[in-house]
């Protein structure tokens, strides 16, 4: 049975930071990439960063010089290193593990921007 579970997420300062988690099982995590989106309130789920299973990576220009997406295949989990955060990145993050015509998604953790 294939999961991926995020934590992680909660309620955050502006200007603050946040580590997500995405723990994977039931799957050959190493040979997926992995990939963190986010959808905010009425708005379209969108990428944010994803990591490649050889390591590269690329991310959403909102998402540049301010995160940092990491895998580590021996715990079979991806982070999400966000920082400088602002309200704009108010939304619940979804974890997808991709291989070819396959993906799995989790069912998210939610991050606020507020003071």
């Known amino acids: 049975q294939v999961q991926l579970v995020e934590s992680g997420g909660g309620l955050v300062q502006p200007g603050g930071s946040l580590r997500l988690s995405c723990a994977g099982s039931g799957f050959t995590f190493s040979s997926y990439a992995m990939g963190w989106y986010r959808q905010a309130p009425g708005k379209q789920r969108e990428l944010v960063a994803r990591i490649a299973s050889s390591g590269s990576t690329n991310y959403a220009d909102s998402a540049k010089g301010r995160f940092t997406i990491s895998r580590a295949n021996a715990k079979n989990t991806v982070y999400l290193q966000m920082n400088s955060l602002n309200p704009e990145d108010t939304a619940v993050y979804y974890c997808?593990?991709?291989?070819?015509?396959?993906?799995?998604w989790g069912k998210g953790t939610p991050v606020t921007v507020s003071s």
């Open positions: 997808k593990a991709v291989r070819a015509i396959v993906n799995y």
